[in-house]
C-alpha cells in the first residue's frame, strides 16, 4: 500500500508542501490536505480587500485549481491518536466524526489571533487576518462614513471620522495605507464630511514603525504617511477599548469608532491537541522539520519553532513567521519526506530572506531586495508585479490586473455590503459614563451585566415620579421588548466600566417563544417591578 | 424655501424616481433619497452572482454615483405623520429617531418576499432577492460539492447532490440555468463526484414555464433545460419542506439539501405604515401616480397598484412589478410633480412592454423584443448586450465586461467564502423519522421543540440501560454542553413532523454565563434528570 501523507492546515507551508509532495512523489503516496475552507488566502492582497481596490474573490483561489492530484477535504480537525496514527475530524452540517489513517503527518495549522490581554481589545477591534475581516474593515469604514455624513451630533461624528490601528507592523502599516486611500477617494460623495474632519492613527509600542526592514525605509515610510495626513504615535500601546473609545498607553482618550487591531499574533491554538512538543507556544521540530520525538510526525510554518542554525537560542536563530520563508519550508518538508520514504538521509533546513515588500497605498511602497533599498512609485510597482507573479494560475492574476487597472481609472466603490444576518449574543464594553441607550430609542437588544454598573434613569409608571435603579453583576435590563415594546422608556449609562452581554430583539423574542420558563421568568420579573405597564411614549404596535 | 421631496426605496423605482427629479428639477428643490442599502442592486445579474459568473460588487454600484446632486441617508424607516408631514427613521448604530420633514413624499418601497404559506420553506428554503442571497446560494451549492466529494454515507450524498428551484419564472428559470452551468464547470474538481449523479429539478404549479413570455419562447426553453440535464415538473409545487427533503403537491419525497424559492413575492410589510390606501396588498395609486386620497403623497415601483386604464379591474389592467416599468414610472412621476411645482395639470401613465429577455446560462437565452422572437446564443448575446448598456456609469460596464471575458475563458471559481458569523437562534424543521443528531456527534446546538415531538435514545448513566424519552412543545435538549461536554452521547429523533429552535453552542455557553437565573435553570434540570453524570464515550475538554 502507498504511504499516505496527511497535511493539516491550507495556509502557504499547508499548500505549498502539498504541491511540492505531489510534485515530487506523483503516484508513489496517497497525499490529503485538511483544510478550515476550500481557498487559499492570499494574505499580502488583504489590505487591497480592505481599501476596496480589489474585490474579495480575487484574493482567493479555490484550493482545487492550486493543488490537483490532492485529496482535498473541508473539516475542521478534533483530535490525534498518534499510536493508532489517526486523524478525527469533524466533516459537513452534522459534526459527524470521521477518522483519517496517515502514515506521516504534516502540522501547517498557522496563527491566530489573542486579543484577550488588552480590554475591550477582543470585543470592539477588527482584525486582519482572514477574508472576511478584510471585507468586514471595508464595510465599516464605509458604514462611518455614511453616518457621519447625515449625524447632527458632533461627538459621534468626530468618532466616526477617527480610524485608529493598532500596531506598525507590515500588516498595520498596509492596512493604514489602504484605509487612508480609500476614505480620502471616497469623500467627495460625502458632502456633509470634509477632510479635515478626519483622523487616522497609528499607534505602534516600539521605538519604530516597520521593525523587520531596514531603518531607513523606514524613516522614509514614516514621512510618507506623515505627508498623507496619517499621525503614527511611536512608544504608544492601547490600554483599553470600548465600541466609542480607545485609550493609550499614554493615558490619552481617543474618540474612535474603528480600531483595527494587527497585533497579538499566536500560533493556532489547535497545536496543542496534536502529539507534539510545544516550545514558547510553537511546534518544537528540529532542524529536518520533525517533530521532536517523533518519526512520522512534521510540522512548518507560523505554527513552527524551526531552528536556521545548530544551538539556536535567540529570538533571530528561528525561521521567522513569513510566507517567504513558509514557501522554503514548504519544499524543504518535501526532498526531506521523499527522503524518509526512500531510506536516504535528512538535510537541515536554512535560508536567509531575500528582502521584504511592502506597500503604503497611493502608490508608494518601499522595497529591501537583495539588499537594494527602493521607496516610492517604483517599490509600490515592484510590490505589485511581485504578487501578480506571485499568485498561482493565469486566470487569477489576469483578474488582480484588470482590476488594478480599473481601480486606477475610476473611483473606488463605496458599496457597504452590510453582515448578512444579526450578530449572536456578544460582549460589548463601556467606560464609565458612557450612554448605553437613551428614552426614545429604538429598543432592539436585551442587555445582562457581565462586571461593573449599570444605572437606568426613567419614570416610574405607577408614580410619574423620576426613578434611578444600579445594575450589577447577573442583572439584566430591555427585556420590555418581551411587552411589546419597541421604544425605550428609560436611559442606561455605564456607572463603572462596565463589560455587558447583548443578545439582539428578534433572537430574545425567538428564545422567548422557544422556553416558556425563559418567557415566564422575564413576565414575572417585569411585573414585580411594576415595569409591565404601558409607559409614556409608547406604541403598542410591533416594530416592522 | 425650496420644496422638499423625499423619496424613500432604492431600487428601480426610487432611484430613478430621483434621478428623473434631479434632471428636472435641479436647484428649483431639495431631493432626499432614504433606503436601507447605501448600493443599487442590479438585480437581472443576482443570477449571475449565484452562478459565480461575476463577483458580487459587480452587480451593484454605489447610489452615490448614481445620484448625484440627491441627499442620500442610509436609515430605516419608522413611520409617517401625514399632518406634520415628517418621517421618522432610525439611522446609525445606536437607532436614534430622526424626523425628516416632506412636501412630497414619494413611496417606492419595492417588494418583498414571503414563504410562510408552506411549511418549512420560510426555514430552509433559499430565496434570490438580495446581493446577499446569490452569494449564500453560490456558497451553499459549492458547500454541498464539498461534501458529496468526501461523505461515505450515500443518502447524504444524493441530497447534497440534489437541488430543487421552485417557480419557473424569470427568475427561477435564470437562477436554474446559472445554477446548473456553475455544477456542471466545476464537477471536473471533485473527483468522487460523477455528473449522472447530480440531479436539479424546477417546480412550476401552472401549465407551462415563463408565464409572461411567448409561448413559443417557453417551449424552446423548456427543450434546452432538459438537453442540459434540468428536470421541469409541470403542475407541481411544493408541499413542505425541511433542511433535507422536500415533499411536492404530488406527494413525492425528494431527498434535497438545496431548495431555491423564487415565488411568495410580495409588497414591503412597510408600505401599511404610509399614510395610503392599500388595495390587492399594494398602494392603490391613480393614474397620475398620486396616493388615492393625498395630494402630496406618490407611490410607484413594485409596491404600488397603477391602473394604466380607467377603469382597470382585472390584473392585466395594472402595471407589471418589473424593472422596465418601474423604470417609465419614475419619468413620469418626475414629470407630474413638476407639474404640481408648477401648478400645471398632471398627466395619466400608460405604457405598453416593449419585450422580454431571459438568460438560460450556457450562453442560450429566449428573447421577444418588440414582437421578435430570438432563441439560442443570439439571444444570450442581446440580453447581456442589453443589460451591459442599461447598467449605470462606464467602471460598472467595463467591469462586468471583462468578467464576462474572463469567465469565458477560465474555469468558475469554486471558492466558497463561508458566511460570517454563526447564526443566531433559528427554527428548524424535521419529517417525522428525521435524525437531529447522533450519539458521538459534535455537540454543538441546543434545542427547543416549538410543536411536534422528539424521541431521545440513550444510556441511562446510573443504570446503563438504554432509555427513552420524548419531547414536546416548551421541552428542551442538547443542554450538556453547560456540563463542559462536546460529544453527543444520545441520539434524538423526530417522533412526528417536528419544528424546534437551535442555538449554537458558543452563544449558549456565552447567555448561562451572563444570566445566573438560565444557568441555573439548567443545572437544577441537567441534576433532577440523572443527565449531569459523566458519560460514556465523553472528553472533558473544552472543544477547540
Known amino acids: 500500500m502507498k504511504p499516505r501523507i496527511l497535511i493539516l492546515g491550507g495556509g502557504f507551508a499547508g499548500l505549498y508542501a502539498a504541491r511540492e509532495l505531489h510534485r515530487r512523489l506523483r503516484d508513489r503516496a496517497e497525499i490529503e490536505l485538511v483544510t478550515t475552507e476550500n481557498y487559499f488566502l492570499f494574505q499580502p492582497l488583504l489590505p487591497e480587500v480592505a481599501g476596496g481596490a480589489i474585490a474579495a474573490p480575487h484574493a482567493v483561489t479555490p484550493l482545487r485549481f492550486l493543488a490537483r492530484g490532492v485529496k482535498l477535504r473541508k473539516a475542521l480537525v478534533d483530535s490525534v491518536d498518534a499510536e493508532a496514527r489517526e486523524v478525527t475530524v469533524f466533516q459537513g452540517v452534522q459534526r459527524r466524526p470521521t477518522q483519517i489513517r496517515y502514515d506521516h503527518l504534516v502540522v501547517a495549522l498557522g496563527s491566530s489571533t489573542d486579543l484577550t490581554r488588552t480590554p475591550g481589545l477582543a ?6 487576518k482572514s477574508l472576511h475581516d478584510a471585507r468586514r474593515l471595508r464595510a465599516h469604514v464605509i458604514e462611518r462614513l455614511e453616518h457621519a455624513d447625515i449625524t447632527e451630533l458632533p461627538e459621534v461624528k468626530r468618532g466616526a471620522l477617527t480610524f485608529t490601528v493598532v500596531g506598525g507592523g507590515f500588516s498595520g502599516i498596509e492596512t493604514v495605507g489602504e484605509m487612508k486611500e480609500l476614505i480620502d477617494r471616497s469623500l467627495k460623495f460625502y458632502p456633509s464630511i470634509s477632510p479635515g474632519e478626519v483622523r487616522v492613527v497609528v499607534l505602534e509600542f516600539a521605538e519604530r514603525i516597520l521593525g523587520e526592514m ?3 525605509l523606514a524613516s522614509y515610510a514614516m514621512k510618507e504617511l506623515s505627508r498623507r495626513g496619517i499621525e503614527v504615535k511611536l512608544r ?8 466609542t473609545q480607545i485609550v493609550t498607553t499614554d493615558d490619552e482618550v ?3 469608532r474603528t480600531i483595527v487591531a494587527t497585533i ?6 489547535a497545536i496543542r491537541r496534536m502529539p507534539v512538543e510545544i ?10 522539520l520533525r517533530a521532536s520525538g517523533r518519526a512520522e510526525v512534521w510540522s512548518l510554518g507560523d505554527c513552527a519553532l524551526i531552528p536556521l542554525k545548530d544551538g539556536a537560542s535567540d529570538r533571530s536563530d528561528f525561521a521567522p513567521p513569513t510566507a517567504q520563508f513558509a514557501v522554503r519550508e514548504a519544499r524543504h518538508l518535501a526532498r526531506n519526506i521523499a527522503a524518509t520514504l526512500d531510506g536516504k538521509p535528512l538535510e537541515p533546513f536554512s535560508y536567509t530572506s531575500k528582502g521584504a515588500l511592502a506597500s503604503l497605498g497611493a502608490h508608494r511602497g518601499v522595497a529591501d531586495v537583495m539588499g537594494a533599498k527602493i521607496t516610492g512609485f517604483p517599490a509600490w510597482l515592484l510590490w505589485r508585479a511581485y504578487y501578480v507573479a506571485f499568485l498561482p494560475g493565469v ?20 458599496v457597504q455590503i452590510s453582515p448578512e444576518d444579526p450578530p449572536t449574543a456578544r460582549h460589548v464594553l463601556y467606560r464609565v459614563g458612557d450612554r448605553i441607550y437613551e428614552t426614545g430609542n429604538r429598543a432592539d437588544g436585551f442587555f445582562t451585566v457581565m462586571s461593573g454598573a449599570v444605572e437606568i434613569t426613567g419614570r416610574d409608571p405607577r408614580t410619574g415620579e423620576e426613578r434611578k435603579r444600579i445594575l450589577r453583576a447577573g442583572d439584566h435590563f430591555g427585556e420590555r421588548m418581551l411587552l411589546g415594546a419597541t421604544r425605550r422608556v428609560a436611559t442606561a449609562r455605564a456607572a463603572e466600566d462596565t463589560k455587558v452581554l447583548v443578545m439582539g430583539r428578534e433572537e430574545f423574542l425567538r428564545l422567548a417563544e422557544g422556553l416558556p420558563e425563559f418567557r415566564t421568568y422575564f413576565e414575572r420579573y417585569l411585573a414585580e417591578q411594576g415595569l409591565d ?5 409608547e406604541s403598542p404596535e410591533a416594530a416592522e
Open 123 to 128: 470585543e470592539h477591534a477588527l482584525t486582519m
Open 214 to 216: 531596514d531603518p531607513k
Open 236 to 243: 504608544t500601546g492601547v490600554a483599553s477599548a470600548t465600541g
Open 254 to 256: 481617543i474618540d474612535c
Open 264 to 269: 497579538g499574533n499566536t500560533p493556532a491554538p
Open 279 to 288: 516550545a514558547h507556544g510553537r511546534v518544537a521540530v528540529d532542524r529536518t
Open 395 to 414: 486566470s487569477a492574476r489576469v483578474k488582480v490586473l484588470v482590476n488594478w487597472l480599473i481601480d486606477a481609472l475610476s473611483p473606488r466603490s463605496v
Open 533 to 537: 405597564l404601558p409607559m409614556e411614549g
